[in-house]
């Protein structure tokens, strides 16, 4: 049977998304009624792609479920595909990770996404040289969402295509 909000609420506190997902409007309306129900949810842009080739380094924002706003669910709209980033760190007076600002951790190798703010949202952490959101919490509801603003989803972060990848191909043979 199909998946409902109501067996998610049932059965799991916390949904984190990692690796490729393929969305759906009715995928987004159970994760809305989920996160509204009480749940708690992390995900990240691409988890919301209804590309079905698993497309996950060249999809546009008309792939995207409602062509990127997210509102409802996360708290913001996406707009494009920003610039790269390499390093993160905490925002300001962010104070629930275990390493402090200004420590910073990457390489991340990703691209964010150029989004706008609808509602309220929180800003946890932030790319390291302009300060832009990385991942921001938005509450729906009874519950909250954790958005990561990256282009790429969690899982694909070490993915290493450039000179790293060569490297290695070249070591196995």
């Given at each position: 049977g199909k998946i409902t909000a109501e067996f998610l609420l049932e059965n799991y506190k916390l949904l984190v998304f990692m690796g490729w997902n393929t969305g759906s409007e009715e995928q987004y309306k159970v994760l809305t009624d989920y996160v509204k129900g009480g749940g708690t949810l992390f995900l990240s842009i691409p988890h919301l792609s209804t590309d079905d080739t698993r497309n996950y380094t060249n999809f546009q924002v008309s792939d995207l479920v409602r062509n990127g706003d997210f509102s409802e669910l996360c708290g913001v709209r996406i707009k494009g595909r920003g610039r790269r980033i390499y390093w993160a760190t905490c925002a300001d007076n962010v104070t629930e990770f275990e390493f402090p600002?200004?420590?910073?951790?990457?390489?991340?190798?990703?691209?964010?996404g150029e989004m706008e703010f609808v509602g309220k949202v929180e800003t946890l952490l932030v790319e390291d040289e302009n300060m832009k959101p990385l991942m921001i919490r938005h509450k729906c509801g009874k519950g909250e969402v954790y958005f990561l603003n990256s282009w790429n989803y969690p899982g694909g972060l070490d993915q290493d295509?450039?000179?790293?990848?060569?490297?290695?191909l070249v070591q196995k043979h």
């Amino acid at each position: 049977g199909k998946i409902t909000a109501e067996f998610l609420l049932e059965n799991y506190k916390l949904l984190v998304f990692m690796g490729w997902n393929t969305g759906s409007e009715e995928q987004y309306k159970v994760l809305t009624d989920y996160v509204k129900g009480g749940g708690t949810l992390f995900l990240s842009i691409p988890h919301l792609s209804t590309d079905d080739t698993r497309n996950y380094t060249n999809f546009q924002v008309s792939d995207l479920v409602r062509n990127g706003d997210f509102s409802e669910l996360c708290g913001v709209r996406i707009k494009g595909r920003g610039r790269r980033i390499y390093w993160a760190t905490c925002a300001d007076n962010v104070t629930e990770f275990e390493f402090p600002f200004p420590r910073r951790f990457g390489i991340l190798a990703t691209c964010l996404g150029e989004m706008e703010f609808v509602g309220k949202v929180e800003t946890l952490l932030v790319e390291d040289e302009n300060m832009k959101p990385l991942m921001i919490r938005h509450k729906c509801g009874k519950g909250e969402v954790y958005f990561l603003n990256s282009w790429n989803y969690p899982g694909g972060l070490d993915q290493d295509r450039g000179w790293g990848l060569l490297a290695r191909l070249v070591q196995k043979h």
